[in-house]
């Protein structure tokens, strides 16, 4: 069963800043695409980031300049770094591993970690 699981959650005031991370320990951690993603309450599940192998970043409009997502294969882990926060940023925020091969797609979710903006 892979797992993924978020860490860094938690609540901060508007202005501040936090940084997510995302431990992949039971995948070839560096063939995968590594993304991030939000949904906040009655909202769809929201791209925010993604990190290709070869360390190609991939931002949405929403927070390209505010956030940055990286990654540590050595560590079989992803981070996103999150500036500026604003109430609109309140969510759970999910990570993603995927590639594809001669095997198929192979999709992996984490359960979450909430991120709430509030003073």
């Known amino acids: 069963q892979v797992q993924l699981v978020e860490l860094g959650g938690g609540m901060v005031q508007p202005g501040g800043s936090l940084r997510l991370s995302c431990l992949a320990p039971?995948?070839?951690?560096?063939?995968?695409?590594m993304s991030w993603y939000r949904q906040a309450p009655g909202k769809q599940r929201e791209f925010l980031a993604a990190i290709a192998p070869g360390g190609t970043m991939t931002y949405s409009g929403s927070v390209q300049g505010r956030f940055t997502i990286s990654r540590d294969n050595a560590k079989n882990t992803v981070y996103l770094r999150m500036n500026r926060l604003n109430a609109e940023d309140t969510a759970a925020y999910y990570c993603?591993?995927?590639?594809?091969?001669?095997?198929?797609?192979?999709?992996?979710w984490g359960s979450g970690t909430q991120v709430t903006v509030s003073s």
């Open positions: 993603n591993a995927w590639r594809e091969d001669y095997e198929g797609r192979s999709d992996y």
């Open positions: 039971r995948i070839v951690f560096s063939t995968f695409t």
